[in-house]
């Protein structure tokens, strides 16, 4: 099997997910051009070198429909040669496409890859495209369909995770991404989003709170206890499913759950031969990657079992990864998954998270991998795994290594 | 059968007039009478607009449901073509180009309110008594007749829900407030309205969408609102599923049905998908559709056994099918009730809405009296809701005598006990009431456990002595389980009946025996329960499990509310009774459980607000949160998510429902039960029993005999000898035998 190389990654900032969000006014298109011109123009690259550009886009419609990796694309001035597909793995689409291009590297049928995902969570909301899943009843029923939510409570309630454990986790993820913006630690992948005269809209993540306690945080009302409890009573569905939980326990909030974002991000990813084509030098090898399935009613505990199946393909164990990153949709989900591997928080998501920075859906996976790339050089240290948790009951993990 | 009718004016009246039938139903022969009558108005060029009213007091009970129950369901496509053909005569009415008008002159239920659904106006007459709606569902049916499309295009997805899912009926008022039904009249100016309507010369010319290009405009009255060009489904913006309001309907609506059915009525969420898909749809695919999931339900068991038990069964038990022949009817004016405790004064309540004189004795005047203001209250109540009115009220409560007097039965027909469940109190009030009793009245019994045969021993006249075991709250739970003591004779068990009858309850008869039938089946369901906490399994994993199988409530609370000291006393007297008797006790193995709970921890139950529950004062009771240290639970169970775990609750699903089944089977065996409809009527509406199986003797017929037999003997194995199958049904297995058979309700009133 042929190795896919990392050559570069870089993504756009985070704009806060609203009206009043700075990347409001961009338009997603904009947003996935302004990451495809990045590594271009950074990396001087021919793009008649690239074959294929596959992003994550959780959100494909209206201006995130009618394929946006293609029309990105074209817009952002590559060659004509180079198609476009957009996919949706929901929360780890970003690095779903990132893991296809290596695989279309990998197999040998292309022998350069553009990775990445878009969204802006501000213009095309979260539920816009519906689907079969939570609205028919011949699909929802049976499922056990609930929002992520309370599946996130559910965990909490199921493992033993307190309203001060999963705050404290929070506390703890705003602590670490002002520290690392401080120290410039993002520097390296950031593409400052600009406007059609080249005046800088965004160059920061825009939703942290550093300022956060324990204390603000417990001001919060339990964002999904409503929804659980009352109308519709979600929490009853998910009971079904798990008949050993007598009443789940309300322990998510705006403060300790991902934040909603505008973003996108690239990923270069190509063979050996292509980088001396193109004079790159590769910063990383793709090692292994894996999406699994799991239940779907508690939805959010694949990453686990993801990243164990992306070990076993690496032949590695969890004690050859040296760091790690783990999509902070909840922070339940991190510390479950912790307690699985035993490991401590030191270990994983050490420049903070989406519950600081915000998770723009379809380019998180994409994002999250690029920081932890930028962590392992800052840190000089050999492997990595990043992974996310996934809606409908998935995990997606990939393994890189240093070259 | 079906009149017709054209009067000088152009106006044909169709009336629906059953021959012996006190109501009208749709069955084959009524709806090909029916349909000869629509194509005579629609051929017939005098005929300018049609009226569609019944000559009984009612307009249309629904479909019949003794043929449902007979459908041969095997051939789907048979059934299709079978079903779809109630569907073309209610959309040849509304699509045949004259305008229809239903005079709805009583109730319309089911079927019977979808024809009039299919009808381009209804007009209702003023009756408070009438109901109009879709019970379908109570029965593990849907609407298969369009009303699953009809109502929503009417009225919307929201207002019809409740119609829909929980086959809530409507007074006619109510229907015209939603837009059901455009006008409620007074009776006798019904068929003057509706013909009215219909003389009125036409408003508007329209070409309905299914004309097609360049037809000719119709009278608008004559077009449904969905077969107008540009129609949108009321309450989305739009009309769209897809809209935005239409997804969060959609999303909200499967997350109650989910809720509320705990995954074991298929009727709710067809239902659901019948609006949902047909609402994407044009009209006459989406009744395709609906037919396709009334199909589904129908080959479905739940369906047949729901009708079988809740419909047919009921009805049995409610014309007292097992009562012996040849006794004549007691005629009751007046009883008495010893003890004016919660069971007493609930009894007196119920009996005295009956219309009977009640002597309501306790052992003081004060004690009597409280009792009568438990009645009092109970009355109240219904005033307040508007079902009773005052005077009626006071009239009533006029007719109970409260007094600490025994003389006062001298003129009583009946006397039920429900004192102090002891014995020797039980005997002290026997011998005291019947020195005062005129010598034919029944004595009867209201125990739960204690057997007749032995309570009976205090009388004088064993022959006139029977068990009533009523539940609690007597108001609200609708069973009465008789008991036949050894020597209680036919003919107290006839006027036994007969009252129960009077008051309005359902009652199946059961032979003396320990727990007699209820009690016991629920005794092996708390049982069951225990075992599985001293397994292992996470206490709400229990109780969940029960509630998903289709249990009212788990065994854990159903002990608490019994009281877990009770069944220790139970536990502890039906020991040494054996001791007694020489015999070896045969226990549930779970007695530790009630030693420990009850003498070590001193936790009987809601009473002292200490269980396998607590209670806080402020809030919801919860699991007691010690159980796990008394009774740990496996890990496995308690962190497991993958499919390992879900085969083992489906498993402890089962184990809770087959325990109760084996035991009624043993009492099939043992002649405590002398037919399966009373272990079926008796579990449901006394236990509550899993309502989707048809009864705890059904579901054994809805698994398959073998299958039952063979599943119970693995469980017997792993779990226990309460799975040990009776003879019976071991031989019923060998032969292919199941309890109903090819059961049909004709053949067996």
């Known amino acids: ?403 | 059968m079906i009149n017709y009718n054209v009067d000088s004016d152009g106006i044909a009246t169709i009336t629906w007039d059953m021959p012996g039938r006190t109501m009208n139903v749709l069955n084959e022969a009524s709806l090909t009478a029916y349909t000869g009558a629509l194509e005579d108005a629609l051929k017939d060029d005098k005929v300018k607009g049609i009226i569609l009213t019944s000559a009984k007091a009612d307009f249309i009970a629904g479909a019949d449901l003794e043929m449902l129950l007979g459908t041969d369901t095997s051939d789907a496509a048979k059934l299709m073509d079978q079903f779809s053909q109630l569907q073309k005569i209610f959309r040849r009415q509304e699509t045949g180009g004259k305008p229809i008008v239903a005079a709805i002159n009583g109730t319309a239920l089911g079927g019977g309110f979808e024809i009039c659904l299919a009808c381009h106006h209804r007009i209702a007459a003023a009756n408070p008594r009438a109901k109009v709606g879709q019970p379908e569902v109570k029965i593990g049916l849907l609407p298969g007749g369009g009303g699953t499309q009809r109502i929503p295009r009417l009225i919307g997805v929201m207002n019809a829900a409740p119609i829909l899912l929980e086959g809530k009926d409507l007074t006619v008022d109510a229907a015209k407030g939603l837009g059901l039904i455009h006008d409620v009249v007074p009776a006798q100016e019904l068929l003057a309205k509706a013909k009215a309507w219909l003389m009125a010369p036409a408003a508007e010319q329209v070409v309905p969408e299914y004309a097609g290009k360049g037809a000719k405009p119709i009278d608008g009255r004559a077009v449904q609102p969905w077969d107008r060009k540009g129609f949108k489904t009321p309450g989305f913006p739009g009309g769209a599923v897809w809209s935005p309001p239409g997804v969060q309907t959609f999303i909200g609506g499967n997350a109650m049905i989910a809720g509320k059915t705990n995954g074991v009525y298929p009727a709710p969420k067809a239902i659901m998908s019948c609006v949902y898909e047909g609402l994407q749809l044009p009209f006459d695919t989406a009744l395709r559709v609906e037919t396709r999931y009334f199909v589904s339900l129908l080959r479905d068991p739940v369906a047949k056994s729901m009708i079988r038990t809740l419909f047919f069964g009921l009805q049995e038990a409610n014309k007292l099918a097992r009562r012996p022949k040849g006794v004549p009817k007691q005629e009751y004016k007046k009883i008495g009730i010893l003890g004016a405790g919660l069971m007493g004064a609930g009894i007196a309540t119920v009996s005295v809405q009956a219309g009977l004189d009640i002597v309501l004795i306790d052992r003081d005047q004060a004690a009597a009296d409280k009792g009568k203001a438990h009645i009092a209250a109970e009355l109240d109540k219904l005033v307040k809701r508007g079902r009773l009115d005052q005077a009626r009220r006071d009239g009533l409560l006029a007719k109970v005598t409260a007094t600490p007097d025994f003389g006062a039965l001298k003129d009583v027909q009946l006397v039920i006990e429900a004192v102090f469940e002891n014995r020797e109190v039980k005997a002290e009030a026997t011998k005291k009431a019947e020195a005062a009793l005129p010598k034919d009245a029944v004595f009867a019994s209201n125990t739960s456990t204690l057997p007749i045969t032995g309570l009976a021993e205090a009388s004088s006249k064993p022959d006139q002595f029977i068990g009533l075991h009523f539940f609690s709250p007597v108001e609200k739970m609708p069973l009465v389980e008789i008991i036949v003591g050894k020597k209680t004779s036919q003919e107290t068990l006839a006027r036994a009946m007969d009252f129960v009858q009077k008051i309005r309850k359902t009652p199946i008869v059961v032979n003396d025996s320990r727990g007699f039938f209820t009690s016991r089946v629920c005794g092996a369901f708390i049982s069951e329960g225990h075992r599985l906490l001293k397994e292992g399994v996470p206490a709400a994993m229990i109780e969940n499990c029960a509630r998903f199988a289709g249990m009212p409530v788990g065994p854990l609370a159903l002990n608490d509310e019994v009281a877990i000291d009770l069944s220790w006393k139970i536990m502890d007297q039906t020991r040494r009774d054996a001791e007694a008797a020489g015999q070896k006790f045969e226990g549930s193995g779970t007695e530790d459980i009630l030693e420990l709970m009850v003498k070590k921890l001193e936790r009987f139950g809601r009473k002292n607000g200490k269980g396998f529950y607590e209670y806080p004062a402020d809030g919801k009771k919860r699991l007691w949160p010690d159980l796990q240290k008394h009774f740990p639970a496996d890990p496995k169970l308690l962190y497991g998510e993958g499919e390992e775990k879900r085969a083992k609750e489906e498993e402890i699903k089962k184990r809770l429902l087959y325990v109760q089944a084996v035991d009624t089977v043993r009492c099939l065996e043992a002649n405590v039960l002398t037919a399966p409809q009373d272990g079926d009527v008796g579990s449901i509406m006394g236990l509550g029993f899993a309502p989707q199986t048809g009864g705890a003797v059904s579901l054994i017929d809805q698994v398959g005999v073998k299958t039952f037999v063979a599943e119970c003997d693995e469980f017997a194995k792993k779990y226990g000898a309460q799975f040990e199958v009776p003879k019976l049904l071991r031989d019923m297995a060998a032969k292919g035998q199941s309890f109903y058979g090819d059961y049909h309700p004709a053949k067996a009133a």
């Open chain 1, 1 to 403: 099997m042929t190795d896919a190389f990392i050559y570069d990654a870089v993504r756009t900032p985070r704009g806060k997910g609203r009206k009043d969000g700075s990347l409001h006014e961009v338009t997603p298109v904009r947003l996935a051009v302004t990451a495809l011109q990045a590594i271009r123009d950074r990396n001087k690259l021919d793009t008649h070198l690239v074959d294929d550009v596959v992003l994550g886009c959780v959100m494909p419609i209206g201006e995130q429909g009618a394929d946006i990796a293609r029309t990105a694309a074209v817009v952002a001035g590559y060659a004509e040669t180079v198609s476009g597909v957009q996919v949706n793995r929901f929360c780890a689409s970003g690095l779903e496409a990132t893991n296809m291009a290596a695989a279309q590297v990998m197999s040998g049928q292309s022998q350069a890859a553009i990775g990445g995902g878009v969204e802006s969570m501000s213009r095309v909301p979260m539920g816009s495209d519906g689907g079969a899943w939570p609205t028919d009843p011949a699909v929802a029923i049976p499922m056990y369909f609930v929002p992520q939510g309370i599946s996130a409570d559910l965990i909490a309630t199921k493992y033993g995770l307190s309203r001060d454990d999963v705050d404290a986790y929070a506390v703890e993820s705003q602590k670490r991404a002002k520290a690392a913006w401080d120290a410039g630690y993002f520097k390296k992948s950031i593409v400052p989003v600009k406007d059609q005269n080249g005046v800088e809209l965004l160059a920061h993540d825009e939703l942290m709170r550093p300022q956060t306690t324990m204390q603000t945080l417990a001001a919060l009302e339990p964002s999904f206890k409503m929804q659980g409890e009352m109308m519709p009573g979600f929490d009853a569905v998910a009971i079904q499913r798990y008949p050993e939980v007598e009443k789940i326990t309300h322990v998510h909030h705006a403060g300790n759950s991902s934040g909603i974002v505008d973003g996108a991000a690239a990923i270069l990813i190509g063979t050996k031969e292509f980088g001396e084509k193109a004079g790159l030098r590769p910063r990383a090898r793709i090692r292994s990657f894996a999406s699994i399935g799991s239940e779907p009613a508690i939805m959010l505990t694949g990453p686990a079992p993801a990243s164990e199946k992306a070990l076993k393909r690496a032949g590695m164990t969890a004690k050859d990864i040296d760091l790690w990153e783990l999509n902070e949709a909840f922070a339940a989900v991190v510390l479950r998954y912790l307690q699985i591997l035993k490991m401590p928080h030191d270990r994983i998501n050490v420049n903070g998270g989406a519950i600081a920075m915000g998770h723009p859906l379809g380019a998180t996976g994409a994002m999250i991998l690029g920081t932890l790339l930028d962590e392992m050089e800052r840190r000089n240290l050999s492997t990595g795994l990043a992974t996310l948790c996934v809606g409908a009951g998935m995990g997606t993990a990939t393994i890189i290594e240093r070259v």
